[in-house]
T-cell receptor, first 114, second 113 residues
């Protein structure tokens, strides 16, 4: 069974600075998807970024980028130029290529200090 | 386009009572998922509907939980009788395609006292 681990329950960053959230996972599969989701205080979870395992190039979405290390089974999220609106709970998630359900990590609560 | 709607947003019930959570997916989304996050823990899969059929209910914790999706539209998740360990946030999500991207609802925070 796949597992996802987020070892940082809480992180904080100064506005305009850069922060990296860690995620590791365990799987025996070779092709899969990885996701970062953000849950702001309003509680609707939204997709931040997605990575397909067969793609070596790291995904990027504006200020959000990932460092995907397939051999190490690591999938960290870097937020550049942090903004107050980035404050949220961030969840790392895994999905098998052949499946539809998500396996989540425990989440990292990010605080952005003005 | 309306998003995924869940209600109630909060529910506080006593142990032994019954609670029904509702999820309205995005219109046209055949796939509907229920997940749960117990405080401080990871979000866990509960079950997956394709239209009105249960595609995968392997995550349902026990037979006190009953999920339905009549007519393939909205879904309900009933907990009867509720126990203290059922407290948490229950998320619903929908997707148009089987392996398509999810749209999540805002969740229902259930507190059992």
């Amino acid at each position: 069974a796949q597992t996802v681990t987020q070892s940082q329950p809480e992180m904080s960053v100064q506005e305009a600075e850069t922060v990296t959230l860690s995620c590791t996972y365990d799987t025996s599969e070779s092709d899969y998807y990885l996701f970062w989701y953000k849950q702001p205080p309003s509680r609707q979870m939204i997709l931040v970024i997605r990575q397909e395992a067969y793609k070596q190039q790291n995904a990027t979405e504006n200020r959000f980028s990932v460092n995907f290390q397939k051999a190490a089974k690591s999938f960290s999220l870097k937020i550049s130029d942090s903004q107050l609106g980035d404050a949220a709970m961030y969840f790392c998630a895994y999905r098998s290529k052949s499946g539809s359900r998500l396996t989540f990590g425990e989440g990292t609560q990010l605080t952005v200090n003005p | 386009e309306a998003g995924v709607t869940q209600f109630p947003s909060h529910s506080v019930i006593e142990k032994g009572q019954t609670v029904t959570l509702r999820c309205d997916p995005i219109s046209g989304h055949d796939n509907l998922y229920w997940y749960r996050r117990v405080m401080g823990k990871e979000i866990k899969f509960l079950l997956h509907f394709v239209k009105e059929s249960k595609q995968d209910e392997s995550g349902m914790p026990n037979n006190r939980f009953l999920a339905e999706r009549t007519g393939g539209t909205y879904s309900t998740l009933k907990v009867q009788p509720a126990e203290l360990e059922d407290s948490g946030v229950y998320f619903c999500a929908s997707s148009q395609f089987l392996r398509g991207g999810y749209t999540f609802g805002s969740g229902t925070r259930l507190t059992v006292v």
